[in-house]
């Protein structure tokens, strides 16, 4: 009969572990997941809206327009006239003609801000990158944009500090993991036999040791006694016993509150406690960044890296791009700088791109955060310094 209880309660006892284990690694998950979900929900709230607003526009060919088209003719009419014309005059006219030319003259806003179009404009208005090649036209468009980089921006930097914390604690433990076993290999080398059988008896030693200091609790001592003759105990010691075991055993009793609420599905978790460890997770939100200590050479190269495999993948869509071109693209890409002289001729590879751009960028910020320290270390080094030159030497 106890084999069997003891089976029904271990029967009983793993499906709420498993609970248990699905409802921390939810809530642990949780935060990241709304964080890039939101960001997600509104890069598509953004194209919906831009690709309605600027796609929609009407085309008016102003008299600006149309005095190009004159003079464009004009200077061909006199080329075919006059084909003793320098060709270097002609170049000259026409490059002076083609400055004045906009770019909305020779193409149709739905070719552009399709929806695939306006995605690609939102994610490099957030991430702060702004080619440059896609911009509002309308003023509907151009307020609009500047109220969603607004509160677009905020939000990339919040995935990209959420999302580094990730990437500082991997690489953190990996070096550290690295210099851990570089150490071990080392001392084998360094370490003979005798000395590292001593080390080993020392430390079985000190591990006895701290056994024995181990407190006893009363029950302990009152076994250990059993064999000490001693006077017969009156009712008031019992009682007194019995009251320092009880209170003893008291801690280990769970605390009943009547006040905090069990979910329906596991009684055992309290919701109290739930949505405390869920804020824990967002005030943690920045905090391994802070403690993130790598050399800045593996940052580099690290980021050496990344850029090169991205370069020999990119031109594979994009043909008039080669390695160097395609390297250079990424770079300005993941410091934010965008020029746009280099654009895509398919920008929808490029939105599947967004993820590697998205993690690039926090490769990128997590460097520049060691060099900002290591910048501050210089300083302080250079302000002490010249503090002790400057200081008058006691006699």
Known sequence: KKKKSELRMASTSQPLRGKRACKKIFWAVFPHACFILSLVIYAFLGALMFSHIEGNRKVNLSEEYRKFLQNLWYISRNLSDNMTENEEVFKEKIHALLNTAERDWFVNPKDIWTFFGSLFFCCTVFTTV?????????????????????????????????????????????????????????????????????????????????????????????????????????????????????????????????????????????????????????????????????????????????????????????????FQEAFYFCFITLTTIGFGDTQLEHPKFFLFFSLYIIIGMEIVFIAFKLGQDRLIGLYKKVISFCGEKKMPSKK
């Open 130 to 322: 702004g080619y440059g090649n896609t911009y509002p036209v309308t003023r509907i468009g151009k307020y609009l944009c500047m109220l969603y980089a607004l509160f677009g921006i905020p939000l990339m930097f919040l995935v990209l500090t959420d999302m580094g914390d990730i990437l500082a604690t991997v690489l953190s433990k990996s070096y550290n993991e690295f210099r851990k076993l570089q150490s071990k290999i080392l001392a084998s080398k360094l370490c003979s036999g005798s000395t590292c059988n001593e080390g080993d008896e020392l430390k079985s030693r000190a591990q006895s040791k701290v056994v024995i200091s181990e407190p006893l609790t009363i029950m302990e001592v009152l076994k250990s006694q059993a064999g000490v003759k001693r006077k017969p105990i009156k009712y008031r010691n019992a009682e007194i016993f019995e009251m320092l075991i009880a209170r003893e055993n008291e801690p280990t009793k769970p605390a009943r509150n009547k006040s905090i609420e069990r979910w329906s599905s596991c009684p055992e978790l309290a919701r109290g406690k739930t949505m405390s460890r869920v804020i824990e997770n967002f005030d943690k939100i920045g905090k391994q960044l802070e403690k993130f200590d790598v050399p800045i050479v593996l940052m580099v190269l690290v980021i050496f890296v990344y850029i090169s495999c991205a370069a020999a993948i990119l031109p594979n869509w994009e043909t008039r791009l080669d």
